[in-house]
């Protein structure tokens, strides 16, 4: 399949300098108000203020703490204007006391600032709800959430915040195949007896998402199960099952298994996911995908990130390959400047590639 190149008007600089502005207009004056606290922390006017620009700030002795991050990005595209845009603005809230409870939620403001290389804005923005859960500690080695989680399928959802992963880009494998958050119940912890620590997530939901993404197919239904496994000194494999269906297509059940491993040694990182989704409607309806990435270092603070995907979708008859070469650059542990180039083979899906890059700050 050919897709035509959309002209561009205007030029790439225009663009960079838009980001920046953006980055300039939203991001530094948050992270100046924030390193003032920081600063102030030390003073005895402010020794209730315990802030520390990456780990949140906690609210005296209330139990409850605030966080969150931001992304400011710029895209240019072979097959579509340049962006520019600051993509997610999400704050954190979270409480902590002395017993069994906890709270943790997740308010995500999502293309805030955006427009193209024709003048023209962007995806309308939208306050995400992405987390918004209960836990309780049963025993040591089991705990019950109730609420708004992120789906515990591979290593990269999970993840979640911007800043604390290393590409600018995100790959199919872990957006495409599932709904990235569950509305329900679920039982976790780590049995530290069982193959020298086995970390295990059960959980399951009859729908009814709260808040619902509209840009997202959520679950009609599932049930699902996460373990991770030590796997030497320095790395993890994981396991996951999950039988659902979604909201768009109540009727189709489908069944995934998937699998992720990382390893990292002396700043060295490779990791990988896998996953293959078996739908009742028929083999055309089934979906796979994988990625490997490996990460190296390059100075004290710059690495270099190459990751190269395969994702199968359902009903087409090519797989989509796509190629990332890119430059993380921590300024700080809170503070990450991402730039890629992506290439792509029977990209039929529209998925991101050329260039992309990134401004990533952990409050």
Known sequence: MTRAKVSRPGCASQML???????????VPLCLALAGLQARADDNLFSDVDYRLGQGLRVADTGFSLGG???????????????????????????????????????????????????????DDYLALERLYLDYDVTDTATIRAGKFLTPIGR?????????????SRPLTTTRPFPSNVTGLMLYGTLPTVA????????ASKGDEVRPNPTLDPFYEVIGAHATLPF???GQIGFSFANFEQ????????????????????????????????SENGRLWDEKGIFGQLV?????????VGRYEYFHPALETDA????????????????????????????HIDAPEGFLSSINILF
């Open 17 to 27: 300098r838009g980001v920046l502005a953006a980055a300039v207009r939203w991001l």
């Open 69 to 123: 991050y931001a992304t400011a990005s710029y895209e240019d595209s072979p097959h579509a204007p340049a962006r520019a845009a600051l993509d997610n603005l999400s704050l954190f809230v979270w409480w902590q006391g002395e017993g069994r409870w906890k709270f943790f939620s997740e308010f995500d403001f999502e293309n805030i600032v955006a427009s193209n290389s024709s003048g023209q804005n962007g995806e």
């Open 156 to 168: 990269w959802n999970l993840i979640h915040a911007t800043p604390l992963v290393w590409t600018t």
């Open 196 to 203: 020298n620590g086995l970390e295990y997530t059960l959980y």
């Open 232 to 234: 030497s000194a320095d």
């Open 247 to 278: 909201g768009n297509s109540p009727g189709e059940k489908k069944n995934l298994l998937g699998m992720d491993f990382v390893w990292s040694r002396n700043r060295y990182e490779f990791s990988a996911e896998g996953v293959y989704r078996f």
């Open 296 to 304: 190296v270092p390059l100075a004290d603070k710059t690495y270099a």
């Open 320 to 347: 989509t390959q796509l190629f990332v070469i890119g430059l993380n650059y921590r300024y700080t542990p809170a503070v990450v400047l991402k730039a890629e180039w992506v290439g792509s083979k029977n990209n």
